[in-house]
């Protein structure tokens, strides 16, 4: 199994399928599985509202108080709102999409998926596609990392 860290910033728009590359084979996108597609700014709702009003209550000075945790992110040098990883087994030649190889590994990922939330628990997956619609069936899972009980900055936050 091959797995990839994107490390730009991943392309949620083209995971979902809004608009198709040149690698991407329109007739075959109704294969696909969608496993989740949330919006992220409500998920960083969901994680860090609680913690970033603790937070700013805390403050003293108006410089350090944080509006909006996904902004602050969006526009940090340091940090990413998400990350993405993609998982594969094998390569267009030992696992082509159209093949019986292609299925088993398509099989394989939708077992892993299933799971991937309850083995990563501080990694809150908001999007997640298995595509069948390119060379080789993979799995591309956005997630947020987060931690809780931080004794410094949230005490919910970003890892």
């Not at 997640?128 to 809780?148: G, K, N, R």
Request: charged content about 30%; cysteine-free.
């Amino acid at each position: 199994m091959k797995r990839s860290f994107i490390k730009g910033k991943g392309s949620i728009n083209h995971n979902s399928r809004k608009f198709h590359t040149n690698n991407t084979d329109p007739e075959h996108s109704h294969l696909n599985i969608e496993y989740l597609n949330e919006n992220i700014k409500d998920v960083y709702h969901e994680l860090f509202d609680e913690a970033l009003a603790r937070y700013n209550e805390k403050q003293t000075r108006n410089d350090r108080r944080i509006d909006n945790y996904f902004e602050k992110l969006l526009y940090s040098k340091q940090e990413k709102p998400f990350y993405e990883i993609i998982v594969q087994i094998g390569d267009k030649d030992n696992m082509g999409a159209r093949t019986a190889e292609g299925q088993l590994a398509a099989k394989i990922l939708d077992e892993y998926m299933k799971g991937f939330q309850q083995r990563n628990p501080t990694l809150r997956v908001f999007s997640a596609y298995l595509h069948m619609d390119e060379a080789t069936p993979h799995l591309h899972i956005d997630f947020i990392p987060y931690v809780t009980g931080s004794r410094r900055g949230l005490k919910q936050g970003y890892l």
